[in-house]
Nanobody, 123 residues
Framework: VQLQASGGGLVQAGGSLRLSCAASGRTFSNNAMGWFRQAPGKEREFVAGISWNADNTYYKDSVKGRFTISRDRYKNTVFLQMNSLKPEDTAVYYC?????????????????WGQGTLVTVSS
């Protein structure tokens, strides 16, 4: 099982980025998927999650209204559209597949992780 995240980079505050994560090795169409992030010196935190059928999405409070998670079940891919980026969004972003069909916010509930992609937002 492999998750490959891409789309990170350097952007000015107020800008946008779109992260992608492609899973291979098995299908995750029946699993929730999520995005987490980890800033230097901080713990990994939940950012957004999407249920197996994409009917339910959840977001960290600080990104609501700015970030949108989506998925293509048949291509085993999940996306994170990030708009109105702020310097505090700077972190390494990780995609992950959940053990469950519906979104949970704990790192422990995810058992497959991508390698991370760095997002840097300059002020």
């Amino acid at each position: 099982v492999q998750l490959q995240a891409s789309g990170g980079g350097l952007v000015q505050a107020g800008g946008s980025l779109r992260l992608s994560c492609a899973a291979s090795g098995r299908t995750f169409s029946n699993n929730a998927m999520g995005w987490f992030r980890q800033a230097p010196g901080k713990e990994r935190e939940f950012v957004a999650g999407i249920s197996w059928n994409a009917d339910n999405t959840y977001y960290k409070d600080s990104v609501k209204g700015r970030f949108t998670i989506s998925r293509d079940r048949y291509k085993n891919t999940v996306f994170l559209q990030m708009n109105s980026l702020k310097p505090e969004d700077t972190a390494v972003y990780y995609c992950a597949t959940s053990r469950y069909a519906y979104v949970r916010e704990s790192v422990r509930d995810y058992n497959n992780w991508g390698q991370g992609t760095l997002v840097t937002v300059s002020s």
